[in-house]
């Protein structure tokens, strides 16, 4: 392996029947991303181990998102950390986190979630996996 220009290179591997290979893969690390647009494609670019970064200065509507992650192109974790910033939902606002489909975790880190009364179901989706509130408060959400 080499580091260069804080990118991990890792030349080789092995494929199925026991044959070496001279493929190059390269490893980026975690980023500090802005809270992206609702669509699923630009959601697409969000890794785990990434941090969604939400301040008074981003796009703190989060009305029209609808997220099945550890789906298709999806992160299996998902970490949103503002500066005690207020994020919004309305009603069909869904982040879905399930076990079965390898989502681990989503945490929540210095920021005020406020759900919309037109809600009508919860806009975070947890099957046995886990929610972390950090610093944070949640309000007018459906469990």
């Known amino acids: 392996f080499v580091v260069s220009a804080g990118k991990l290179f890792v030349v080789g591997g092995i494929d199925g029947g026991g044959n070496h ?35 008074r200065s981003n796009n703190t509507d989060m ?21 005690g910033s207020a994020l919004s939902t309305h009603g069909g606002s869904k982040i879905s986190c399930s076990r079965q489909n390898q989502c681990t975790d989503i945490i929540l880190e210095s920021i005020h ?21 950090l610093n944070s408060t949640i309000s007018g959400c459906k469990s």
């Open 21 to 55: 290979l001279n493929d190059v893969s390269v490893l980026l690390p975690n980023q500090e991303l802005a809270l992206p647009p609702p669509s699923i494609a630009d959601w697409s670019f969000v890794y785990d181990g990434d941090i969604i970064r939400v301040d």
């Open 63 to 83: 009305s029209s998102i609808q997220l099945d992650l550890c789906v298709g192109l999806l992160p299996c974790n998902l970490r949103i950390q503002g500066d």
């Open 113 to 133: 979630l406020s759900c919309q009364a037109d809600s009508k179901e919860s806009f975070i989706t947890l099957i046995s996996s886990e929610l972390s509130v």
